[in-house]
Structure formats: structure tokens, C-alpha cells
């Protein structure tokens, strides 16, 4: 069997959502999972029983086999006994002690010569050498976001547990963080469970990923299966987008880049220092249908495609087109009536290069 952590636990609240999820978290080879879904859905509190801060009602948490929990037997492994290194969503670094002191604060067991070696090994890895005498009210948001991050990897972890790590940043440097993480959780080949709530990090970081909502699991599956394939409306819902593709840059000319995404090429805004390989997300919102022969609007691109698949959302309706890749529209009744969709209508489909998101695939 292969390593891996199972989940299957209960735990109740009065004022919110019952927490009932059944999860495998696979240990090899090293993955990082992340755990999605909206504010509230439970996400943090899962993450909190797998560290073992917080203990459910009832269930049973099993590492390798390893009982950490059981409700019935009441076996609680305490979370230093686990092997985890576990960061916060507002860090928790100790407001007294230097950056060296924080790092080195949980590395017991170690001789001062070996706890000394292994504060500086991981301020090197984390390119925070020069940081090492200075006290977290003197970083900023994103030094103390990486001194967190050595501290929890200090111990050499089998598993990382990282709970909201980018939302603390400012957007410009939460985009570049979080490039930075993903190398970072290859290079040190520890796996990880990553809570979040945006999107483009779950994407960016995750290699699977479980949609929580109101203390539910609703799917597991790569990101991109996820977000481009929900297998319902509540997931559909969490997700917030529909069309998630694998492309490659092909060219970069005025600030836009022209992305091919199988047979097709799709024109899209580029971002400083894209790469060549590109998750290509378009929102069935930014769609707009139009009637083939009809003249052209605006947009940057416009695909010819035929509707497969067309679903009733209440007021809106989500029509599936294939225009060299399925792309996925959201219309108004009246719309649907006007350009008289229906399954094998050929239609042309129209977006702008804005409403394109281009998402690195390393």
C-alpha cells in the first residue's frame, strides 16, 4: 500500500456547519494538496485536526497505519509526536525572539553545534541569512511569510501543513511568493496540504485538490480537472470557473501573448516574466455568444465552435462549446432563444485578451 495519511472524522459546531470529510492524502511520491473552498467552509479546522490542535467528536485520523486519532479508543497523538511542521495563517512567530530564535525555537533533541547548523541551513534556503538578528516587527509581510515557512520545514518534516500561507501579502507580492513556494515544495520533496481559498494559488501550487464547502468534501481531482470538469453545481459554485487548459506561449508582441491551446491559438494580456508553459483559465462569464456569419466585436479572440452540451441554471443557462477545445459559456434565456441554441448549432465564441488568466504549470 502506498503511504499515505486517511482522514474520517466528524466535528460539530453550534454556530456553523457540521465537519464530516472522509480524505486520503498520498505521501509518495511528494504532492502538495490543497485544500479549497470559500471562508467558513471548514478548511483550517481540517487542517487544525491533521496537525492535532483540535480533536473531533468522533473518527479516526491514520498515518502509514499509524493511529493519531481514534474517537472510539481515544488514542490522541499530541501534534509534536507527528512529525509535522504546521505554519498559520498569521504566522504565530513570537514577537520577542529574533528570526534565529524562532527558527531554532522547536528543534529540541539537538546539541547547540546541531541546532546552529540547521537554523542557518534553512535561513539559507529560504534566502533570509541577513534577516537571522532581526525580530518579525521589523520584516515585512513577506519576510515573515518565509521566516514562518523555515521554521515549520526546521524539523524536517514528513508532512507540511500550510494554512492560508499567501493571504497576509499584498497582491503583487503574493503573486511573486507564490511562485516562489511552489519551487520551494519541490525542492525540498516534503508533501504538503495547503489551505486556500484563491483559485490562481491552487493552481499554481497544487498537484491534487479537495473542494470543501460547509463541512463537506465535494470532489477530488487534479485542479485542473476540478475547475474545468465540477461534477455538480455546488462545486461549480465554489470553484468560480469553468474553463481551465494546459497551453504553451508561443509568441509575446505588445504586452499580449498568443497561447496555443491544442489546434487553437488564444490571444491573451502577458504578465512580466511568463513562462512558456501556462495554465489557460477563462470564466464562462467573460464568454459572449455570437452568431456565426454575425460581424465581429471587439474581443481579441473569436473561435468558431459548435454548442455540445447546454444546461439550465435557473435564470442563466451554461452552453459547452467545442471550438478546437470545450469552452464554457454562461448566457441569459433570452440569449439562448435569440441565437436560437441548441445542441450541434454552430456559434462563435468571443473574449477579450484581459479576460484571459495564464497561470504557470511548474
Same mark, same amino acid.
Request: net charge neutral.
Given at each position: 500500500?502506498?503511504? *499515505?495519511?486517511?482522514?474520517?472524522?466528524?466535528?460539530?459546531?453550534?454556530?456553523?456547519?457540521?465537519?464530516?470529510?472522509?480524505?486520503?492524502?498520498?505521501?509518495?511520491?511528494?504532492?502538495?494538496?490543497?485544500?479549497?473552498?470559500?471562508?467558513?467552509?471548514?478548511?483550517?479546522?481540517?487542517?487544525?485536526?491533521?496537525?492535532?490542535?483540535?480533536?473531533?467528536?468522533?473518527?479516526?485520523?491514520?498515518?502509514?497505519?499509524?493511529?493519531?486519532?481514534?474517537?472510539?479508543?481515544?488514542?490522541?497523538?499530541?501534534?509534536?509526536?507527528?512529525?509535522?511542521?504546521?505554519?498559520?495563517?498569521?504566522?504565530?512567530?513570537?514577537?520577542?525572539?529574533?528570526?534565529?530564535?524562532?527558527?531554532?525555537?522547536?528543534?529540541?533533541?539537538?546539541?547547540?553545534?546541531?541546532?546552529?547548523?540547521?537554523?542557518?541551513?534553512?535561513?539559507?534556503?529560504?534566502?533570509?541569512?541577513?534577516?537571522? +538578528?532581526?525580530?518579525?516587527?521589523?520584516?515585512?509581510?513577506?519576510?515573515?511569510?518565509?521566516?514562518?515557512?523555515?521554521?515549520?520545514?526546521?524539523?524536517?518534516?514528513?508532512?507540511?501543513?500550510?494554512?492560508?500561507?499567501?493571504?497576509?501579502?499584498?497582491?503583487?507580492?503574493?503573486?511573486?511568493?507564490? *511562485?516562489?513556494?511552489?519551487?520551494?515544495?519541490?525542492?525540498? %520533496?516534503?508533501?504538503?496540504?495547503?489551505?486556500?481559498?484563491?483559485?490562481?494559488? %491552487?493552481?499554481?501550487?497544487?498537484? +491534487?485538490?479537495?473542494?470543501?464547502?460547509?463541512?463537506?468534501?465535494?470532489?477530488?481531482?487534479?485542479?485542473?480537472?476540478?475547475?474545468?470538469?465540477?461534477?455538480?453545481?455546488?462545486? %461549480?459554485?465554489?470553484?468560480?470557473?469553468?474553463?481551465?487548459?494546459?497551453?504553451?506561449?508561443?509568441?509575446?508582441?505588445?504586452?499580449?501573448?498568443?497561447?496555443?491551446?491544442?489546434?487553437?491559438?488564444?490571444?491573451?494580456?502577458?504578465?512580466?516574466?511568463?513562462?512558456?508553459?501556462?495554465?489557460?483559465?477563462?470564466?464562462?462569464?467573460?464568454?459572449?455568444? *455570437?452568431?456565426?456569419?454575425?460581424?465581429?466585436?471587439? %474581443?481579441?479572440?473569436?473561435?468558431?465552435?459548435?454548442?455540445?452540451?447546454?444546461?439550465?441554471?435557473?435564470?442563466?443557462?451554461?452552453?459547452?462549446?467545442?471550438?478546437?477545445?470545450?469552452?464554457?459559456?454562461?448566457?441569459?434565456?433570452?440569449? +439562448?432563444?435569440?441565437?436560437?441554441?441548441?445542441?450541434?448549432?454552430?456559434?462563435?465564441?468571443?473574449?477579450?485578451?484581459?479576460?484571459?488568466?495564464?497561470?504557470?504549470?511548474?
Amino acid at each position: 500500500m502506498a503511504p *499515505e495519511i486517511t482522514l474520517n472524522i466528524r466535528k460539530t459546531f453550534v454556530d456553523r456547519a457540521t465537519i464530516a470529510v472522509q480524505l486520503r492524502l498520498p505521501l509518495d511520491p511528494p504532492s502538495v494538496t490543497i485544500l479549497f473552498g470559500p471562508s467558513g467552509s471548514g478548511k483550517t479546522t481540517i487542517l487544525r485536526c491533521l496537525a492535532g490542535l483540535e480533536q473531533p467528536e468522533a473518527g479516526t485520523i491514520l498515518c502509514n497505519g499509524q493511529i493519531w486519532f481514534d474517537a472510539a479508543t481515544h488514542v490522541h497523538v499530541p501534534p509534536q509526536a507527528r512529525g509535522l511542521g504546521y505554519m498559520a495563517q498569521d504566522y504565530a512567530l513570537f514577537p520577542n525572539y529574533t528570526v534565529e530564535g524562532n527558527i531554532a525555537y522547536g528543534l529540541s533533541g539537538l546539541s547547540v553545534q546541531g541546532k546552529k547548523a540547521r537554523v542557518n541551513e534553512v535561513l539559507s534556503l529560504l534566502q533570509i541569512t541577513q534577516l537571522a +538578528q532581526q525580530k518579525p516587527a521589523q520584516l515585512s509581510g513577506g519576510q515573515q511569510q518565509r521566516v514562518a515557512l523555515a521554521r515549520a520545514i526546521a524539523r524536517r518534516p514528513q508532512l507540511l501543513l500550510l494554512d492560508e500561507p499567501l493571504s497576509a501579502l499584498d497582491a503583487p507580492t503574493r503573486t511573486k511568493l507564490c *511562485e516562489d513556494l511552489r519551487m520551494l515544495l519541490t525542492r525540498l %520533496a516534503i508533501p504538503a496540504v495547503v489551505v486556500t481559498h484563491d483559485w490562481t494559488e %491552487a493552481l499554481a501550487l497544487g498537484d +491534487q485538490m479537495a473542494v470543501i464547502d460547509e463541512g463537506r468534501l465535494l470532489q477530488t481531482g487534479t485542479p485542473q480537472d476540478v475547475f474545468s470538469r465540477p461534477i455538480n453545481a455546488d462545486v %461549480a459554485r465554489v470553484v468560480g470557473i469553468e474553463t481551465v487548459l494546459h497551453g504553451r506561449v508561443r509568441e509575446i508582441r505588445d504586452e499580449l501573448a498568443t497561447v496555443q491551446v491544442g489546434p487553437v491559438p488564444v490571444i491573451a494580456v502577458a504578465s512580466p516574466g511568463l513562462e512558456s508553459d501556462v495554465f489557460v483559465c477563462i470564466r464562462a462569464e467573460d464568454v459572449t455568444l *455570437e452568431l456565426a456569419g454575425s460581424s465581429e466585436t471587439s %474581443a481579441r479572440n473569436h473561435l468558431r465552435g459548435t454548442v455540445q452540451a447546454i444546461t439550465s441554471l435557473g435564470a442563466l443557462v451554461r452552453v459547452t462549446i467545442d471550438c478546437g477545445f470545450l469552452l464554457t459559456a454562461l448566457v441569459t434565456r433570452s440569449a +439562448q432563444s435569440e441565437l436560437r441554441l441548441a445542441i450541434g448549432s454552430d456559434v462563435r465564441a468571443a473574449f477579450k485578451a484581459g479576460s484571459v488568466h495564464l497561470i504557470p504549470r511548474r
